[in-house]
């Protein structure tokens, strides 16, 4: 399992920062956010250090959404959002890979998101695709 001797999350796995521990399996652990959103507010972190999810091996990421239904079920939440943030500009604050799994019970309290969408012609959302099909 990789780590990063300096990732804050990495020093949650190891146990050399103390956390709130819900759910814990070989690949993940779950643990209540120490600043959430909504009461239950959750982070899902894989055990092998990435920063970025496209970095962590497929075979790490086995149970990292698994997990995160289980929270919400734990929970109770009929509504909730699971957020995984990647970089800087994408609002990620601990360079480890991980997801929020975040009750909204209520308009205020939970994720609260601005969604400003775009309206691409047909022509640029085929361009889009093939795109992305070439990888």
């Known amino acids: ?3 990063s001797p300096s990732c804050l999350f990495c ?11 819900l759910f814990e399996t ?8 120490i600043g959430p959103l909504s009461e239950g ?12 999810l ?16 289980k929270v919400a079920q734990a929970l109770g939440c009929k509504e909730y959002n699971i957020l995984q943030n990647n970089g800087r500009l994408a609002h990620q604050a601990v360079g ?8 909204k019970p209520n308009a205020q ?6 969604w400003d969408a775009k309206s691409p ?3 640029a959302l085929e361009n889009v695709r093939k795109r992305i099909l070439k990888l």
């Open 54 to 69: 496209h970095e962590l091996p497929d075979h790490e990421m086995i149970d990292l959404l698994p997990t995160a239904k």
């Open 121 to 123: 012609t047909s022509e």
């Open 41 to 52: 507010h959750t982070v899902v972190i894989p055990k092998h250090h990435a920063e970025f």
């Open 11 to 21: 020093r949650i796995v190891k146990r050399e920062i103390p956390s709130k521990v």
């Open 96 to 103: 480890h890979v991980h997801f929020h799994v975040i009750p």
């Open 26 to 33: 070989e690949h993940s652990l779950a643990f209540l956010d």
């Open 1 to 3: 399992m990789a780590s």
């Open 109 to 114: 309290e939970g994720l609260v998101l601005e």
